[in-house]
């Protein structure tokens, strides 16, 4: 989330989507994965080699071709779901605060159609930090609205940035929204 105070008045934050690093590396193993078991599946049923290494026309079509096949099929169908997420860019935008508006506007790249959300400033309670260690690490910033028991998070998933940056963001934010600072211990 990269705040950039362009003037006093407003704070825009941009949040990073799934075009990452980690999911370009999946996608490509998954893809040659999936293709890897079909083209053992279509060799063990014609009988001629389709694959470089091994000699997977040697396989017995029922039961191995076809398994080997409905892995390579399952593989393809969750590696093109992948490459949509990472094709639309899912999750990314933008984070808005505006104090001649008096609205918060958050924007984010959903599955089939665009998320937009407007708060008003005075249904802000308070700016969370919702911190948690451990084996699932979460540093995330998240807005507390007057009368519901949910956050609203505002910090990109999966982002782990260092615990001082992001309790600097937080006070900043809260700080400009004029609400309290929740979360630190």
Known sequence: MDSNLSSFNKIEQKINGSRKISNYLIGGMLTIGGVGF???AISSYTGKDLLPLGNPSSLIFIPQGIIMGAYGLLANLLNIY??????INF??????FDKNSQFVEIK????????????????IKSV??????????????ALVLKGRKKVLPLSGAGELKPLLQVEE???RLAKFLNVNLEGLK
């Open 108 to 123: 984010r790249k959903g599955l089939f159609k665009d998320v937009e959300v407007k708060i008003n400033f005075s249904e």
């Open 91 to 96: 999750g990314s935008g933008i984070n808005t």
């Open 128 to 141: 969370k930090l919702d911190i948690s260690e451990g084996f699932n690490p979460r540093r995330r910033i």
């Open 82 to 87: 992948l490459w949509y997420l990472v094709f």
């Open 38 to 40: 079909i083209l053992a």
């Open 169 to 171: 963001e937080g006070a």
